[in-house]
């Protein structure tokens, strides 16, 4: 009778310990399965911007000739980007931006004209908030500005 008992006690331990390998293989399983989904829908979901370049050099400019540039972005996102604000850092660069909606796919601009009135190498950004979630996008300008000939 003891031998019995203990067949049906290595046949208990044995089983359990199956269950819990099981357990353990079918919770992992599912652990993996859910990042694997989070983070497909984190990559899918959400305005993106892609810009042909964030910073321009003007090289040498002439004093008193202002100058301009487009940064060209394009949203690759998969619902509407939206520019809220646009901000240049001082008086001599004045900035202008696409104000509706981007779709995805497609294209928009923020222009930098800054205004050339002071002898010297300048470096001058413009900061753009949107929709994306993410920090803003400082966009930078640098040139050096001569006497006029």
Known sequence: METSILKLNKKTIIMKKQMILLASV??????????????????????????????????????????????????????????????????????????????????GFVSARYNAAKVGTFNKTVTVMANTGDDAIVLKLSGSVVTAK
Not at 43 to 70: C, D, Y
Not at 77 to 89: E, N, Q, R, T
Request: overall charge negative; proline content about 6%; some cysteine.
């Open 26 to 107: 079918a919770f992992i399983t599912t652990v993996f399965a859910a990042t694997s989904v989070v983070g497909k829908i984190a990559e899918l979901t959400g305005p993106l911007f892609t810009w042909e370049s964030t910073a321009h050099n003007f090289g040498e400019i002439e004093q008193g000739k202002p100058v301009e540039h487009l940064f060209n972005f394009t949203n690759k996102g998969d619902v509407p980007l939206i520019i809220s604000s646009v901000k240049a850092s001082c008086g001599c660069t004045v900035a202008n931006y696409t104000k509706e909606p981007i779709a995805p796919g497609k294209t």
